[in-house]
Nanobody, 121 residues
């Protein structure tokens, strides 16, 4: 079992910045993929940014140039630095982790509880 601890959400004015942090703990041999998704009211959950074990990053076009994903493998953490925030960034942000407990296990997907990000006009 893996637990994901999210922090950094809150209320910020348009143009401001927030940094989200997610720390994975528990039975972890390795993490393959980790990152962030978000879900706004009335919309489906969407990918914000993820980073693979290779270091490759995939991010939504809407956040490119504004958001930066940072992975710390030694600490099993992933941060999302969000700059130039817009009201349309308002959503619940969920940490996403794919990991395995042993070398011989299958990868399992874990989701954080979600942290609210609200951007005011």
């Amino acid at each position: 079992q893996v637990q994901l601890a999210e922090s950094g959400g809150g209320l910020v004015q348009a143009g401001g910045s927030l940094r989200l942090s997610c720390a994975a703990s528990g039975s972890i041999f390795s993490i393959s993929t980790m990152g962030w998704y978000r879900q706004a009211p009335g919309k489906q959950r969407e990918l914000v940014a993820v980073i693979y074990s290779s270091g490759r990053i995939v991010s939504a076009d809407s956040v490119k140039g504004r958001f930066t994903i940072v992975r710390n493998n030694a600490k099993n953490m992933v941060d999302l630095q969000m700059n130039s925030l817009k009201p349309e960034d308002t959503a619940v942000y969920y940490c996403y982790v794919e990991s395995r407990a042993t070398r011989w296990s299958n990868d399992i997907t874990y989701w954080g509880q979600g942290t609210q990000v609200t951007v005011s006009s």
